[in-house]
């Protein structure tokens, strides 16, 4: 059996000398910390991010669910400059921008210049996009297919021979929105990308590396295997692409052009279900970052106290293709909430003033780390490495190689993080994304630390299969990160 680094037996604790037991860092299982009451709680969590995952999969459904179910919980809705009214210790509110970022707030006893804990999650996923004009018909094959460019860092191939579903809106010229879902209802149809089988493989697919297997350019859906009747039009020369067209001429009184302005998005269609003999695990598409999103506003949310420090909770898009544009976490959108937050309670608009609320707070990026995959275990440095089921983890840096891209946080921030988190009791790991030279990746932590001149470190759930059509957590991790965001919203 392979034994995997740090996972101790209770005989190789026991055997530890007093010194060891003394002086050497504990890495115990979530499972293990956790008392009867809190066991019975991880498994009532998991079963409400289980519907999260069914129901919220891209930016546009998370920023729906979020306001729905913060609304339904006493937050109420504010546009930014307008009706401001005064908002007092307690208050609950929250903000929408573009129907892809959602700012939540509790109001705290402290006054935003002294301290801000902030939270800050994406809700975007790898996953792929309709193409402008994305149907067409091939000839040779006899069927309508509809072309696609994906989102984010995947790889292409995984995305082949699996149930996948459409999802987003189309907007005709006049502003009428169309809500498009299908496959979600097990009535519906699925789209599927089809591979070539073994046979045939030699030369088309058989040297491609695996980052063409499935070529960009190759990531077209089976849309459709009926022709329009003979009858309906004689003259017609693409017959399956123009049954296709009457189809959702029926169904949403569109024409072709009108998908010109849609925004149409293909996401797995694998349903979220636990994992192993004993459900320890979930697997899902969109852990990376519904996981993070989802906990950091369920422990806003569970809030029973006012917090010392107004906590925020801010939600943003485009995390997986950098962050950019007006719903990325570069953009100006979440200084203008702050803003909003500062006059709202009190505190005079000035440039002085906004540079030390946002240079006094402290915030988290809640995005997940990779764990240790049992078969791909080389990828890691071992000693610094995510282990599933060992709590949340903690990350001093993200970035790629030499800390290319990333923001190195003060050991200061460590210590503040590490004395909060173990008077929690909170299992939690301190780890890095990979071994050195192996890659890397970044989040939104930079852009902060940059922007507002805070401290920021990452802080999230570990992940085997990132960015995969079905990634994989832990449950107790799902509960660990949950406890690790409260406590830091209550801290002082």
Known sequence: MTKLPFVESSDEEENKSSLEKKLATKYEFGWDIFTDNQKKEVFSLAEDYLEFLRAARTERERTIWTSKYVEERGFKRLEIGKNVSVLNPGDKVYYVNRFKNVAIAVIGQKSMLEKTHIIGSHIDTPRMDLKMRPLYEDGKASVAMLKTHYYGGLKKYQWACIPLHMTGIIVKRDGTKINVEIGKDPKDPVFVIPDILPHLMANVQAKRTTTTVIKGEELNLLAGGFPISKEEDKKAKNRFKLYILKLLNEKYDIIEEDLQSAELNIVSGLDPRYVGFDKSMIGAAGHDDGVCTWTGIRALVDLKETPKN?????????????????????????????????????????????????????????????????????????????????????????????????SDVLAEVMAYLRNIFDEGKIPYQVVELGAVDEGGGGTIAKFFAESFNCDVVDVGTPVIGMHSPYEIVHVADLYATYLAYKVFYEAK
Request: hydrophobic share 40%; charged share 15%; net charge negative.
């Open 310 to 406: 107004t906590a925020v909770m801010s939600i943003f898009d485009k995390e997986e293709i950098g962050s950019n544009g007006n719903t990325g976490a570069q953009s100006a959108w979440i200084r203008f909430v702050m803003n909003d937050l500062m006059v709202r309670t009190g505190i005079p608009e000035s440039l002085t003033n906004m540079h030390l609320t946002l240079s006094n707070s402290m915030m988290l990026s809640a995005d997940v780390g990779a764990a240790i995959n049992p078969i791909f275990p080389t990828v890691h440095d071992p000693l610094n490495a995510a282990i599933l089921g060992k709590g949340v983890v903690v990350e001093k840096h993200t970035g790629a190689r030499g800390k290319s891209s990333s």
